[in-house]
């Protein structure tokens, strides 16, 4: 007769065997779905950097080539003849530096008056500040265009800049916000009790250990200014004012569109995003998660 001990543990290393095989095979599953996923989503990149690298006129060939044969390396080289590529790079880095600057400064200083100060009216305030999200851009484009044209910041990049160091954004105040809140008050209440005064906690207690936060907002900053497209094009007139989004649009012409070199433009001006993301990744998810923003 069988021990019932014996049938016990013989069962329970089944039923443990049972569960990793499950698990492991739920794991290649997600594994699996997450590949193909990402292959759709990489998709893109990759036949932007296969139309950089091939010959004039096989962009449109049929079947389509989708390893350049022979690949053109000079495509990326030629670009920069093209076009003032370098003078349209120094007008989106001097834009993209000022504004995202003043986005992460400004958002800091309104974010912390709503999330560690203490006023009548304070959430009101905040309430009609997320209010705001709900207004698609394009119904603010006119009176802005307008305002801009009455103080003569048109074809200037002023009206790239000066707006994100008057709040930068409610998004990013929200996000800011969100972020202080997990902060412990006590800290303030030991700053002020030692003579600090707002800005003082602002600047020494609270930024330094919102490295996550500020690195999350100066990379969605950093990716918005420099890829906008609507912005310059709208209040800008002239070559020299044109950034590398709308000077990359200028390689066209009424009669041909040399897609290889404006694919290879494009990858050359995709890297410097690239290098900032996964420079700053770390503080970027880890940002996201604290804010609130993960979806737990």
């Known amino acids: 007769m069988a021990n019932p001990l014996s049938i016990a543990a013989a069962n329970a290393v089944e039923s443990a065997r049972t569960y990793r095989v499950r698990r492991a095979l739920k794991t290649a599953l997600w594994y699996l779905l997450l590949s193909v996923g990402s292959m759709f989503a990489l998709f893109p990149l990759f036949w932007m950097i296969s139309t950089g690298l091939k010959v004039s006129g096989h962009e449109w060939l049929l079947p389509p080539e989708w390893l350049p044969n022979p690949p053109v390396i000079a495509n990326f080289f030629d670009v920069w003849t093209q076009a003032p590529i370098l003078h349209f790079l120094r007008n989106s880095v001097l834009v993209t530096v000022l504004a995202t600057t003043g986005q992460v400064i400004s958002s800091a200083v309104v974010a912390f008056a709503f999330a560690r100060l203490r006023y009548f009216g304070r959430d009101v305030w905040f309430i009609i500040l997320l209010s705001t999200m709900m207004l ?65 906690i602002l600047w020494q207690v609270v930024l330094p250990l919102s490295k996550p936060v500020l690195a999350t907002v100066a990379i969605f900053g950093f990716i918005s200014h420099w890829n906008d497209f609507m912005g310059p094009l709208i209040y800008t007139n002239s070559k020299d004012l044109r950034t590398v989004a709308v000077g990359l649009w200028l390689l066209q012409s009424d009669y041909r569109t040399p897609w290889n070199l404006l694919m290879a433009g494009a990858t050359e001006t995709l890297l410097p995003v690239l290098i900032i993301f996964f420079t700053f990744q770390r503080y970027f998810i880890r940002g996201i998660a604290l804010t609130g923003m993960a979806g737990r």
């Open 136 to 200: 698609p851009g394009i119904v603010t484009q006119i009176p802005l265009f307008v305002i801009y044209r009455h103080i003569q910041w048109l074809d200037t990049l002023l009206p790239l800049i000066v707006p994100y160091w008057l709040g930068g954004g409610a998004f990013n105040i929200f996000l800011m916000r969100q972020y202080f809140l997990t902060l412990p008050y006590e800290l303030d209440e030991a700053a002020r009790i030692d003579g600090a005064s707002s800005l003082r």
